[in-house]
């Protein structure tokens, strides 16, 4: 079964500080990985793509890695802000299909002062 | 180019009643999805069509839903005799079929009295 997991669930940091944020996947066969930033009230934005050979992509003060042997991405942000405060989605897509999407859960990250 | 838009982007309807949930895709765009997100939890699949044309509709309840994206015009969800277990995020993403990224709407808000 094609399955995107995310954890924690939930995250509390202080501003400045670092925080790293996981996903494992069960999808299969695979064609990329996504991250995406979903604000409040708003609709995701896509912030990095990887592709089965990549293994890391930054953008910013966001660098994703991708294992695609062990089907684990991890999304890290360095010296966070208030403004990263956000759900942020996992989602892998497959190369067959007409949708190939498949959406985590998500990680509820909260900066605070 | 502006970005998908949605609109209305919050609707309140009493039970029974009609919601009608445009999207309109990034200029040459003609793929779209249709995604719902219960509060606390992540998107949900519903339907994909290209112009004119329903690709996918295996995660749109089969009965009260329907959606379509004519020719010209907006992509249309229409959810007939609404019911309070219907009140959700709506997103209508875009997908640029070069890249095959899929570009998010602000999303519709129903709410069901």
């Known amino acids: 079964k094609n399955q995107v997991e995310q954890s924690p669930q939930s995250l509390i940091i202080l501003e400045g500080k670092n925080c790293t944020l996981q996903c494992n996947y069960t999808v299969s066969p695979f064609s990329n990985l996504r991250w995406y930033k979903q604000d409040t009230g708003r609709g995701p934005v896509s912030l990095t793509i990887?592709?089965?050979?990549?293994n890391t992509k930054s953008n910013g003060r966001y660098t994703a890695t991708l294992d695609a042997d062990t089907k684990q991405s991890s999304l890290h942000i360095t010296a966070s802000q208030l403004s990263d405060s956000a759900s942020y989605i996992c989602?892998?897509?497959?190369?067959?299909?007409?949708?190939?999407?498949?959406f985590g859960t998500g990680t509820r990250l909260t900066v605070i002062p | 180019n502006a970005g998908v838009m949605q609109n209305p982007r919050h609707l309140v309807r009493r039970r029974g009643q009609e919601a009608r949930l445009r999207c309109s895709p990034m200029?040459?765009?003609?793929?779209v999805y249709w995604y719902r997100q219960l509060p606390e939890e992540g998107l949900k699949f519903m339907v994909y069509l290209q112009k004119e044309n329903i690709i996918d509709e295996s995660g749109m309840p089969k009965e009260r839903f329907s959606a379509e994206f004519p020719k010209e015009g907006p992509s249309i969800l229409r959810i007939q005799q609404v019911v309070r277990g219907d009140s959700a995020a709506y997103f209508c993403a875009s997908r640029d079929s070069s890249t095959d990224t899929q570009y998010f709407g602000p999303g519709t808000r129903l709410t069901v009295l």
């Open positions: 200029k040459g765009h003609s793929h």
């Open positions: 990887m592709t089965f050979s990549e």
């Open positions: 989602v892998v897509s497959t190369k067959t299909g007409a949708n190939n999407l498949f």
